[in-house]
Nanobody
Framework: QVQLVEAGGGLVHPGGFLGPSCAASGIIFRMYVMGWYRQVPGKQHELVATITSCGSTNIAGSVKGRFTISRDNDKNTVYLQMNTLKPEDTAVYYC?????????????WGQGTQVTVSS
């Protein structure tokens, strides 16, 4: 059974930073594309960033240059470093695992972590 557990969201002022993480179990982590998606009320999940098993990344244009995704295959953990946060980055951020796809999410989701950017 796949389990994805996010941690590290919170409330931050505009221009601040956060670094949520996602610990995975129940999968052969190193073989999966891991991703971060975000969702605001009334909208579908939006891709933020994905990273392949070999470390290639796909970053959404809205966060490119501010957000970085990375993974540690020894710790079965994926990270999202979010810098220069803006109010429009406010959302619930979800971890996702998919066997192959870097552009659309797989069926395995974490419970989400709230990120709020506000002064």
């Amino acid at each position: 059974q796949v389990q994805l557990v996010e941690a590290g969201g919170g409330l931050v002022h505009p221009g601040g930073f956060l670094g949520p993480s996602c610990a995975a179990s129940g999968i052969i982590f190193r073989m999966y594309v891991m991703g971060w998606y975000r969702q605001v009320p009334g909208k579908q999940h939006e891709l933020v960033a994905t990273i392949t098993s070999c470390g290639s990344t796909n970053i959404a244009g809205s966060v490119k240059g501010r957000f970085t995704i990375s993974r540690d295959n020894d710790k079965n953990t994926v990270y999202l470093q979010m810098n220069t946060l803006k109010p429009e980055d406010t959302a619930v951020y979800y971890c996702n695992a998919d066997r192959y796809n870097i552009y659309t999410p797989g069926e395995s989701w974490g419970q989400g972590t709230q990120v709020t950017v506000s002064s």
